[in-house]
């Protein structure tokens, strides 16, 4: 299997200020069609998951422009500009590549 | 709207059998695979499984973890996925989240779960 290693795996912010959280691969998620195969969710207390982006850098529907993804090959990052009360919660790295898919750790976000 | 609805957690001895119900509605269920994936108590997300689609003749992939015991099947008439979960282990404790899957953008619409406890 993929094995996906997130760091930090917590971190506190100030509103306002911004956020990164590192994802890597244990191989190239570079798909021989030419998408890379990396998706970013949300999972905020007490809810499921929610998909932020997918294929690296592509925003989902409704999904604030203040998270932006990028990267490349087996590194990967998600970025919040401007920290805000909700987005804390975990943030999880998915590879889509190969079955099984696997998730990194998570990365709990809490406010300052 | 989208809507997934999980049914059917519980307890269970080790051992035991339990099936679990997803039931979406807006959208076309045919049309999508279907994944599972768990998350054990206080720990990270873990896929379980998928169903793929009509057009890819709804074949089905698992992890290692529960191949040979978990079958996911599907009723697209009902607009409903199943999960047969049997010889069930402590270590399959976990709330189950049912996911739309693709075949484009994977896991874009989540169930609220339904938490699964193996013990005796």
């Known amino acids: 299997d993929i094995v996906m290693t997130q760091t930090p795996l917590s971190l506190s912010v100030t509103p306002g200020q911004p956020a990164s959280i590192s994802c890597k691969s244990s191989q190239s998620l570079l798909h021989s069609d030419g998408k890379t195969y990396l998706y970013w969710f949300l999972q905020k207390p007490g809810q499921p998951p929610q998909l932020l982006i997918y294929?690296?850098?592509n925003r989902f529907f409704g999904v604030p422009d203040r998270f932006s993804g990028s990267g490349s090959g087996t590194d990967f990052t998600l970025k919040i500009s401007r920290v805000e009360a909700e987005d804390v919660g975990v943030y999880y790295c998915m590879q889509s590549l190969l079955l099984s898919y696997t998730f990194g750790q998570g990365t709990k976000l809490e406010i300052k | 709207e989208v809507q997934l609805v999980e049914s059917g957690g519980g307890l269970v001895q080790p051992g035991g059998s339990l099936r679990l119900s997803c039931a979406v509605s807006?959208?076309?269920?045919?049309?999508?695979?279907m994944d599972w994936v768990r998350q054990a108590p206080g720990k990270g997300l873990e896929w379980v499984g998928r169903t793929r689609n009509k057009a890819n003749s709804y074949t089905t992939d698992y992890a290692a973890s529960v191949k040979g015991r978990f079958t996911i099947s599907r009723d697209d008439s009902k607009n409903s996925l199943y999960l047969q979960m049997n010889s069930l282990k402590t270590e399959d404790t976990a709330v189950y989240y049912c996911a739309r899957g693709g075949p484009a953008i994977h896991f874009d619409h989540w169930g609220q779960g339904t938490l699964v406890t193996v013990s005796s």
């Open positions: 294929e690296v850098s």
């Open positions: 807006g959208f076309t269920l045919s049309d999508h695979y």
